[in-house]
Structures are given as C-alpha cells and as structure tokens.
C-alpha cells in the first residue's frame, strides 16, 4: 500500500512539474507582431492621417552619473475605427541625438479595424539611448477615428519592476483639404 500512495504521489507531482512549465512557456511573448498586410502605395488616395512623435525610454537614469535601468520599448499603434483600416506610412526610430537608428518598415503596410500592431526594442538594445523616440505617419482613404499610438517601456530587477506609458503627439495633419 506504501509503495503505491508513493507512486501516485511521484506521477502526481511528475504532472504538476510538466504543467508548471507548460504555463511559463505559454507566457512567453512572441518577437513579432505580424497584424498588418503590404498595400501598393501607387493606388493610396490618402484623404485624412497624421505625422506623431512618440517618446519612448530604453533607460531611465537613476545616478547623475549616468547609471541607469535599461528598458524594453513596444511601439504601439491601435486602429481605433471599427469599420475603416489605417495605412501606416512610417515607423521610425531616433536615438537621442535625433539621429535615426532604423526604419521598420520599408513600404506602405495596412492596419486592419479595430486591430493593433507594434514594434519592439529590447531591453538590451541600448542605441536609442534614454531620449530615442519614433515617428509614425499613418493616414487612411476614408475618414476614420483617430487611432491611439503609445510606447510602453517595463523593466525588472529583482523583485522590483518599472512601467511607463508615453503617449503621441501629433506633429503635423493631413486632411482632404490638404
């Protein structure tokens, strides 16, 4: 009887140990954020978008020294319009120089409704600097709702963790009359 309760408790927690990491692989994010699809921008007839300027933060300073916590950015872009898709025009990086540091993507890429799309900086990716920033310029064939564009930068150490959330600005607006 003894053997057998110490068998269904090894198979038991045998279960317990291959489920725990199943979940923690499963929480793993994904490296890329594939939602938007390439569009011929000789066919856009772009009546309405915007040029916006994001900060984004891949280290906070914590000495006047310059040490500092590095951070993960995600550029994120929501197309707000339920009915309407959004042509993302530009995604650039800058570093905190104003220099650019990539473009990533190469050609006119279209937002379905109501979908979301974003661009990753690693946290170990220290090229922006502390004062890297985006530009994004989006517009839409139609009239559509504003979407929301924000980058959201987290780091942990230790038992600690740091979450930021900076908003876009708009920097220039495109509109039929235009």
Known sequence: MRRLTVFWLLVGLMLMMSACNGAA????LPTTVPVVQPV???NLQIVTGQRVYVPAYSQVLLT???GGLELAVTLAIHNTDAAHPL???EVSYYNTEG???RNYI???VQLPPLATTGFVVAAEDQSGGWGANFIVEWGAEQPVYEPVIEAVMVSTRGTQGVSLISPGRVLSQTSAQN
Do not use: F, K, Q, T
């Open 106 to 108: 190469s050609e006119p």
């Open 64 to 66: 006047p020294n310059g």
């Open 25 to 28: 692989s499963s929480d793993v």
């Open 99 to 101: 220099d650019l540091v």
């Open 87 to 89: 042509i993302i025009r």
């Open 40 to 42: 011929s921008a000789n």
